[in-house]
């Protein structure tokens, strides 16, 4: 099969369309056809040479795909060959064939076009598990998510907003903004005009900043509200005021997906596809697609995402 390689470390001319070893299912795993897969964040932190995968995944970039099932491997009963699926990676979606875990593969929401169901595994398991699962919005409270734009972003406005619960979202310019109140915010800041800890009060913060926003986001928290940290796009280390956290009695929580244990995965991708799927199915919330880009095009569809001028998803199509 063909794959894109990350040759060395550096910008998206260091990715290669290359003949690579097809895989083959270990015992429990499912070999994907990859109609398409998706531009995440992390994976221009692992071209950058800054996050590896973790030990045992593919080298090659992508942390989903959507695609048809070629084959199953030993003691797999869940999936059969030539169904239209879609699933969470640790790695490799950047392929024409891709082997995973039986336990991170979803079906395709009814209503989604297959290569449309590629943007949706990353998003949809990091907003449902860290805003639902960790932070335990509820309905009728305030989230506030950074990076509302982003494919993250796009996916946390919609489902917040379907769940019942008010929605801020930080932007990067006007026609974001119009873009993300479109999409059901009620409200949208940009952040080169407006400082957001000065006007916002949320009971739950969505970030994928990090050291850059801690001191904003404690201030911007309602008394026992909830701080999610998923991103480190501006830094890793900041004060914090132990003060404020112990006096408005706030939790902050950090997690990652992609080196999670298959369980863990696994039960994560059940509750998503039980309660965010019929939404999806529904028409509540879409994946937002921003361009299809082929597949060994990737350099391109890199400097897209390194723009910053995108919203919703890039997705890599064969």
């Not at 009963?77 to 169904?83: H, I």
């Not at 005009?193 to 050291?211: C, H, P, T």
């Amino acid at each position: 099969m063909r794959a894109i390689e990350i040759t060395r470390s550096g910008g998206p001319e260091v990715l290669e369309w290359r003949e690579v070893p097809d895989p083959r299912p270990e015992p429990g795993e499912i070999v994907i056809e990859v109609a398409a897969s998706a531009v995440n964040r992390a994976d221009v932190h692992q071209r950058n040479g800054h996050y590896d995968p973790p030990p045992g995944a593919s080298p090659y970039p992508g942390l989903e795909v959507s695609g048809v099932v070629a084959e199953v491997g030993a003691d797999v009963e869940q999936f059969r060959v030539g169904e239209e699926v879609c699933a969470l990676l640790a790695g490799g979606g950047y392929a024409e064939r891709v082997a995973v875990p039986w336990q991170q593969v979803m079906p395709v929401p009814q209503g989604v076009r297959l290569v449309e169901a590629a943007g949706l595994p990353e998003v949809a398991c990091t907003v449902w598990s860290n805003v639902f699962m960790t932070a335990r919005l509820r309905k009728g409270e305030t989230l506030l998510v950074h990076g509302g734009a982003s494919g993250i972003g796009t996916f946390a406005v919609q489902l917040a907003k379907a769940l019942g619960s008010r929605v801020v979202a930080t932007v990067g310019s006007a026609e974001k903004a119009e873009r993300v109140l479109a999409l059901g915010a009620d409200e949208a800041v940009d952040y080169h005009q407006e400082d957001f800890s000065e006007k916002v009060r949320a009971d739950v913060i969505l970030d994928i900043i990090g050291a850059k926003y801690l001191a904003q986001n404690v201030k911007a928290l309602r008394p026992g509200g909830r701080l999610v940290v998923i991103g480190l796009q501006g830094g890793r280390k900041a004060e914090l005021d132990l003060g404020m956290l112990l006096a408005k009695r706030l939790s902050v929580y950090g997690t990652t997906l992609r080196a999670r244990p298959v369980d863990d995965k696994g039960a994560i991708v059940r509750s998503t596809v039980d309660k965010v799927w019929p939404l999806v199915s529904g028409g509540a919330v879409r994946p937002v697609v921003y361009a299809e880009v082929p597949m060994e095009r990737a350099a391109e569809a890199h400097r897209m995402l390194d723009s910053g001028e995108h919203v919703g998803k890039i997705l890599l199509v064969r």
